[in-house]
């Protein structure tokens, strides 16, 4: 049972480059998010999913793009990155209540 | 505006006493507050939840308080461990349960 799983772990982007993270749960949860951690700042909301073909804005949204075209999958697009996008971010799934979380995506834009 | 406040500061004990972390919230009334803790480089994981109906939640050491009127819960780790250093995060959910949003959370070391 794998839980939640993010795709890349790892990636490096030029000002401008877009890019696609992949989160996967094999759950059968209905809610899913997107959050990133910078130090000091915490967990932030994204973007969330309260059911497949739904989404929803979170805290902060703004450069971010998702999708939930199926109940097991979250995507989140950057389509124009930019340093300030520079964070680690994490997926989670929820039945709802209590998350699980994957083990986060590190994104570097240079 | 809305807030939700951990102890910035890192908190210091003692192998075998109890740490003490603080939750404050301003301006939500969510029907449950969770905690959850993380370790460098991996994603939070869940340790308790707590509904606005509960005083005092307990699971094996951990003891977790929730007081509505004060906007405040009160994570307890007795008889700590080294192996309980990590960072503690307090969540609550918003807009009934659809957003979980987070604290900053607290650093705990624990000495041997």
């Known amino acids: 049972n794998a839980g939640v799983t993010q795709t890349p772990k790892f990636r490096v982007l030029k000002t401008g480059q877009s890019m696609t993270l992949l989160c996967a749960q094999d759950m059968n949860h209905e809610y899913m998010y997107w959050y990133r951690q910078d130090p000091g700042m915490g967990l932030r909301l994204i973007h969330y999913s309260v059911g497949e073909g739904t989404t929803a804005k979170g805290e902060v949204p703004d450069g971010y793009n998702v999708s939930r075209l199926k109940k097991q999958n979250f995507l989140l697009g950057l389509e124009s990155a930019a340093p300030s996008q520079t964070s680690v971010y994490f997926c989670?799934?929820?039945?709802?209540?209590?998350?699980?979380f994957g083990e986060g995506s590190r994104l570097t834009v240079l | 505006s809305q807030k939700i406040e951990q102890n910035s500061e890192a908190l210091n004990i003692q192998e075998g006493k109890t740490a003490t972390l603080t939750c404050n919230y301003t301006?939500?009334?969510?029907?449950?507050l969770q905690w959850y803790r993380q370790d460098p480089g991996r994603g939070p994981v869940f340790l308790l939840l707590?509904?606005?109906?509960?005083k005092e939640k307990r699971k094996e050491r951990l003891k977790v308080t929730f007081d509505t009127t004060l906007k405040q819960s009160l994570f307890h780790i007795t008889a700590s461990q080294p192996a309980d250093s990590a960072t503690y995060l307090c969540a609550l959910d918003h807009t009934g349960g659809f957003k979980t949003i987070f604290g900053a959370g607290t650093r705990l070391f624990v000495k041997a």
């Open positions: 707590i509904r606005e109906n509960e």
């Open positions: 989670a799934s929820s039945p709802p209540g209590e998350l699980f």
């Open positions: 301006n939500y009334s969510p029907a449950y």
